[in-house]
């Protein structure tokens, strides 16, 4: 059974940092694309960004280009989400997955593409 575990969400003020962390455990994870999605209150859960399975092509949803950077370490077997500039828009409870495929495309926007899901880290940003 795949177990994923996200920490590193909290309270920070608009403008600031926090790294996510999703640790993997229960299959060999270095051989699948890892994803974030997010979800805020009273709306539907939507991608954040993607990563291959050797970390050397990512994927962003539009909102976050420039600000939030996915990466990997697969001898931890974890996968980050660097956010920085962080906007009250971004506050949302963020999910990390594990994809059904190496490879990554535009079809990774869609949960679809992912078999396991951690149980959510929830980030505030106040302004």
């Known amino acids: 059974q795949v177990q994923l575990v996200e920490s590193g969400g909290g309270l920070v003020q608009a403008g600031a940092s926090l790294r996510l962390s999703c640790e993997a455990s229960?299959?060999?994870?270095?051989?699948?694309?890892m994803g974030w999605f997010r979800q805020a209150p009273g709306k539907e859960r939507e991608f954040v960004a993607v990563i291959n399975w050797s970390g050397g092509n990512t994927r962003y949803a539009g909102s976050v280009k420039g600000r939030f950077t996915i990466s990997r370490d697969n001898a931890k077997n974890t996968v980050y989400l660097q956010m920085d500039s962080l906007k009250p828009e971004d506050t949302a409870v963020y999910f990390c997955a594990l994809g059904k495929r190496s490879f990554i495309d535009t079809r990774n926007n869609f949960q679809e593409e992912y078999d396991y899901w951690g149980q959510g880290t929830q980030v505030t940003v106040s302004s």
């Open positions: 229960g299959r060999t994870f270095s051989v699948y694309a």
